[in-house]
């Protein structure tokens, strides 16, 4: 009986493992038909998996696809940033200018001989090192180290006349904004391409003849810019105020610069991705140039860690702020672990294959005026800004400079600050990547500037927003070319170009909006793909999933906007503004203080001016019906006018002869991109507590 009970319990057990087991293997396939519904519902045709695992890409009709972006960062992307052992270390003195000891200490290393690349580090311990000049590392191979970015670790107080705190590089370190390269041509190798059009996001092109060249030469890659492909982008046709604007001049080139991988008969096959296509009905009648050049005397295998850089907070507008943090004017160098305070212009990649890796930025005060710093500007190539974060109003987040072509990625980085973006910002660049980042308070914009600045236009082509969360996007396609925003979410907008109210300029390419995408992050994908996991780990990734990226549940900074009881929300409530004049040499009576929402504060001007202007930048089209200002102090305004400006002119919608209290004045509805105050008649110095622009529906 007891064996046959024993035999009846264990085929029931059995039974019940086995349909336990059959209930497991169906949720399992459950769980995994709804991953690949997910994965199908939510990935990108431009980019995706194919049945075999590997990355296949939808191309434009012409050919152009996204680009492989993985080249990206120190020595090409994928490689670990090196562990350099230190040869001397500097304590700060505790009284006068701690620069020429640290300046001492780099010259000494830089004097040491060369091992696998590098000299040695300078250590800086931990303390207060006050500095009143840059330093300066120009050799190959030294780094400078301190024990940490908190307050605990190393501090460069910067002090004195306005400089840049770190500057990496030789016979470049004055370099200005924008400024081309001079690249030394070998002219005796020289060929042409000889392709019809050449897409962007290709290695492979002709050329007329190879014979002159050989693999592992590096190349130049010459785009012209002729008459014929600014009239195709419609940037011939730019007026302000009645003169004629110049985006790019004739005779100034795109240089991309490469490395032959391959050649087959004429066919040359170069190291990374084309961040541009060439298309020879817009070029000269030599086409695009194709040059051997020397490598430039920039130096390289340079690092900073584990710094803070600190100057005081400062209310003030970039051009007149005396500190910026770090410009690297070399090629495969790197910046980590360091946290700049109240720098402007903080950061410069100048040099290619940069990477900046947990740089953190913070700004007490919103950056004042119209014109904008950059946190992070990219003047280079292959450049990475991986994991950093910026907290600041009124700033370019990341922007780039005239005719620089990518890769470049901004990659799992956070940005905050209300009126803050990302936007491409001087005349033509290429091939960008912003990755996974987190911009709660502001924009990803890949934009026609128009006349902004000093007749920006297209600013941005090839350009990828791949998962990223934002305030709002603007993505156009320039002619003949396209842009993305793929798995993004956040509002989609359009405009015209800036300062214009028509044409309004068609979206680019949305995908996925509003739900990101199965590939989680593009760059890291792509550097799977060319060197396996490994790259991953050598980056500090341990797989390509959404809990590497701790940045997806930012809010956005709380912002109570001014409110008028009957008129309804200010919509220039802390806008840029610039003014003429400020009285005094504080801040006390900036612009700014009109817009601020406090009746206690005011704009005030010095004694005896005639004629003082009053601007305020809407960064945008707004639509407006209604103004409303309050003088200060005295009744002094006895003349003035409030113009529009709208299509490139200024159109008067007010003038009178006292402003006094609460002064109302409504007026047609109109689009406004800026708003000007002009005071020509004053019996006194004028002044403006409150100015108020509203739209009454």
């Known amino acids: 009986m007891l064996k046959n009970n024993f035999k009846f319990y264990m085929r029931r057990s059995v039974l019940l493992f086995i349909l336990f087991l059959g209930f497991v293997f169906f949720l399992v396939c459950i769980i995994s038909f709804a991953d690949v519904a997910f994965a199908q519902n939510s990935r990108s045709e431009w980019v995706k998996y194919d049945q075999n695992g590997k990355l296949v890409y939808k191309a434009t009709p012409a050919g152009d696809q996204i680009m492989d972006f993985s080249y990206a960062g120190y020595k090409g992307g994928g490689v670990p940033l090196p562990t350099v052992t230190a040869k001397i270390s500097v304590k700060p003195s505790g009284t006068g200018d701690d620069t020429p000891a640290i300046q001492a200490a780099i010259d000494h290393v830089s004097k040491m001989p060369l091992k696998n690349g590098f000299r040695g580090a300078v250590e800086l311990s931990s303390g207060v090192f006050t500095c009143a000049g840059s330093i300066i590392i120009s050799e190959i191979g030294v780094v400078l180290r301190g024990n940490g970015s908190d307050n605990n670790g190393t501090t460069i107080k910067m002090v004195g006349k306005p400089h840049t705190a770190i500057v990496i590089g030789r016979g470049n370190t004055k370099v200005a904004l924008g400024s081309a390269e001079v690249i030394e041509q070998v002219e005796q190798n020289t060929t042409h391409i000889v392709d019809s059009y050449v897409p962007s996001g290709i290695k492979v092109f002709n050329v007329a003849d190879a014979k002159d060249f050989k693999i592992g030469d590096t190349i130049a890659i010459h785009k012209p810019v002729t008459d014929a492909w600014i009239s195709f982008m ?31 008969g004429n066919q040359i096959t170069v190291d990374v991705p084309l961040a541009d296509a060439y298309n020879a009905k817009f ?34 507008d970039y ?112 091939g960008l990547l912003v990755d996974n980042c987190s911009i709660p308070d502001g924009n990803i914009d890949f934009l026609n500037r128009g006349i902004a600045g000093s007749g920006h236009g297209w600013t941005m082509a090839w350009g990828v927003a791949w998962n990223c969360i934002a305030k709002s996007y603007i993505i156009q396609n320039p002619p003949g070319t396209a842009n993305w925003a793929i798995g993004c979410i956040g509002a989609r907008e359009q405009t015209a170009r800036l300062f214009d109210s028509k044409p309004i300029i068609p979206d680019g390419n949305f995908d996925s909006h509003g739900k990101p995408v199965a590939i989680q992050s593009l760059y890291l994908a792509q550097l799977k793909e060319r060197l396996g996991n ?54 006390e009576f900036g612009a700014e203080k009109a817009l601020d929402g406090n009746d206690k504060t005011y704009w005030a001007t010095d004694d005896g001016l005639k004629q003082t202007t009053f601007e305020v930048d809407m960064e945008g089209p707004v639509l407006i019906n ?64 409150h100015f108020g622009l509203y739209f009454i529906k």
């Not at 000269?284 to 907070?313: F, L």
């Not at 370019?396 to 890769?407: D, E, I, Q």
């Not at 930012?554 to 109570?560: D, G, I, K, N």
């Not at 103004?627 to 009744?635: D, G, H, I, T």
Request: proline residues 5%.
């Open 283 to 316: 070029l000269n009648a030599s086409g695009v140039k194709v040059t051997k050049i020397k490598t430039p005397n920039r130096v390289s295998n340079i690092g900073v860690e584990h710094i803070h850089i600190q100057c005081e907070p400062l209310e003030t």
């Open 626 to 689: 209604a103004l409303k200002m309050s003088e200060a102090l005295e009744r002094s305004i006895q003349e003035y006018k409030i113009e529009v400006q709208l299509d490139s002119k200024w159109i008067l919608i007010d003038k009178g002869t006292s402003i006094r209290e609460d002064k109302v004045v409504k007026f047609p509805a109109i689009m406004a991109w800026k708003v000007k105050l002009t005071i020509s008649k004053s019996n006194n110095y004028p002044t403006l507590k």
């Open 534 to 587: 490994q790259g991953l780990k050598n980056m500090g990734y341990q797989s390509n999933n959404i809990n590497e990226f701790n940045n997806k549940m930012v809010e956005p900074t709380p912002f109570q906007p001014d409110r008028d009881p009957k008129l309804g929300i200010n919509l220039a409530f802390e806008r840029p503004v610039n003014a003429s004049n400020v009285r005094g040499t504080t801040r």
């Open 319 to 430: 051009g007149h702020a005396p500190y910026a943090g770090i410009r690297v004017g070399g090629d495969d160098c790197w910046v980590k672990d360091v946290f700049a305070e109240e720098t402007m212009n903080t950061t410069v990649l100048a040099g290619d294959r940069i990477t900046m890796q947990k740089v953190r930025i913070k700004h007490t005060y919103p950056n004042l005026g119209a014109s904008k710093p950059a946190d992070f500007s990219l003047e280079g190539s292959q450049n990475l800004i991986d994991r950093c974060e910026a907290i600041g109003g009124n700033t370019y987040f990341v922007w780039t400079s005239s005719l620089v072509t990518g890769p470049n990625v901004v990659l799992n980085s956070t940005f905050r600050g209300i009126g803050s973006r990302i936007q491409p910002h001087q005349r033509w660049s290429t």
């Open 234 to 264: 419609e940037m011939d046709n730019m007026y302000r105020e009645g003169k004629k604007q110049t985006w790019l001049g004739t005779g100034r080139q795109e240089i991309s610069k490469r490395i032959i991988k391959a050649i087959n």
